[in-house]
């Protein structure tokens, strides 16, 4: 089992969907959770760290389930420039840090 | 301006024939790392640096070196490449300052090796 899976997707939607995405752990002691984004042949940048008590930034929406061990992605109203990869990324101890394999999300007009 | 950059941005060479790939970052971060990306795998890791003289191995270090002889720059050395080495590869460096870690990549280095 990897130690970070998400849904490769691609997840299709219109302009203007909801759309969510999950990524869930394999290790309990996972100590900080981000999600980044991807654009094709790009490198990857820092969308949103995650925390215990959820976070939103504009848009965007993310929370962290220790119990259950994932984090998830909620994108409101989204736009055509929202369509990219996204990552989440994991890390434990200060030096393992862990990418999921990416969710790929396309708008559509 | 802060940032990471690589060099070369692609490379396309022959099985055996040692290459370097450069890295450096102006921002004084104590950590840096490598990693490949290839479809459906992801990014992983290959090998990362706590700070100066301190490397270590990351998931997946076989065919590769590196050397952290200064703070600004880590480079990726592959000694005799091997076609399965071909692949999408980003350096990145973080400030471990304050517990959260935000990576900072460069805009990576495609190669080849055939």
């Known amino acids: 089992r990897k130690e970070v899976e998400q849904d490769p997707g691609p997840f299709n939607v219109p302009e203007g969907a909801t759309v969510a995405f999950n990524c869930t752990y394999s290790?309990?002691?996972?100590?900080?959770f981000f999600w980044y984004r991807q654009d094709c042949r790009k490198e990857p940048k820092l969308l949103m760290s995650?925390?215990?008590s959820g976070n939103e930034d504009g848009r965007f929406t993310a929370q962290l389930n220790r119990a259950s061990q994932y984090i998830s992605l909620l994108i409101r109203d989204s736009k055509l420039s929202d369509s990219a990869t996204y990552l989440c990324?994991?890390?434990?101890?200060?030096?393992?840090?862990?990418f999921g394999s990416g969710t790929r999300l396309s708008i559509r007009p | 301006e802060a940032q990471v950059t690589q060099n070369p941005r692609y490379l396309i060479t022959v099985t055996g024939k040692k290459l370097t790939v450069t890295c450096s970052q102006n921002m004084n971060h104590e950590y840096m790392s490598w990693y490949r990306q290839d479809p459906g795998l992801g990014l992983r890791q290959i090998y990362y640096s706590m700070n100066v003289e301190v490397t270590d191995k990351g998931d997946v270090p076989e065919g590769y070196k590196v050397s952290r002889k200064e703070k600004r720059n880590f480079p990726l050395i592959l000694e005799s490449p091997s076609p399965n080495q071909t692949s999408l590869y980003f350096c990145?460096?973080?400030?471990?300052?304050?517990?959260?870690?935000?990576?900072?990549f460069g805009p990576g280095t495609r190669l080849l090796v055939l």
């Open positions: 990145a460096s973080s400030s471990l300052v304050g517990g959260q870690e935000t990576q900072y």
């Open positions: 995650v925390y215990s």
């Open positions: 290790n309990s002691a996972s100590q900080s």
């Open positions: 990324v994991v890390i434990y101890a200060a030096s393992k840090i862990i």
